[in-house]
């Protein structure tokens, strides 16, 4: 049996293989939509936090500011997001993902789910629990840290 430090060190390598094949794998739904891997990632990011200012945008792509700008210009331009501006502070500008770029995150992730089912078809049901089960305890400590 393998040593928690082995365990450990076996999981991160698991956990990075996954992260790599989760980003081939959006890189291919950015591209059959036409629109940049980072341009996907933050319509993802509206999608699930709902409204964001620019700032928080900032913080969740961990980019400087003219770079989230200019992938908010693409996709307003594109028809997938608007810009809102705070009645009480007007300098404070909210991305609100637009029904479009809604429809289509919604397509992708079913899309996902798809792919995703056919694997879990290969497990039993006592399997498919336990692996969710991990995951979601796994996740949810990393969270925390």
Same mark, same amino acid.
Do not use: Q
């Given at each position: 049996m393998l040593e928690n430090k082995e365990l450990a060190g076996h999981l991160d390598s698991l956990l990075q293989r996954l992260s790599v094949l989760t980003h081939k794998q959006k890189n291919c739904f950015a591209e059959e939509i036409g629109i940049s891997r980072q341009q996907f990632d933050v319509l993802?990011?509206?999608y699930e936090k709902g409204q964001i200012t620019m700032g928080e945008l900032c913080k969740e792509i961990s980019s400087a500011c003219s770079t989230a700008t200019d992938l908010a210009d693409k996709? !307003?331009?594109?028809?997938y997001v608007e810009r809102l501006r !705070?009645?009480?502070?007007?300098r404070v500008v909210r991305l609100n993902i637009l029904p479009k770029g809604e429809k289509l995150i919604k397509s992708v992730i079913e899309q996902r789910a798809e792919k995703l089912g056919v694997i879990? !078809?290969?497990f039993d049901e006592e399997e498919r629990?336990?692996?969710i089960?991990?995951?979601e305890t796994l996740t949810d400590k990393l969270e925390r840290q």
């Open positions: 993802c990011i509206i996709l !307003e331009k594109a028809g !705070e009645k009480r502070d007007r879990l !078809e290969s629990m336990r692996t089960s991990f995951l």
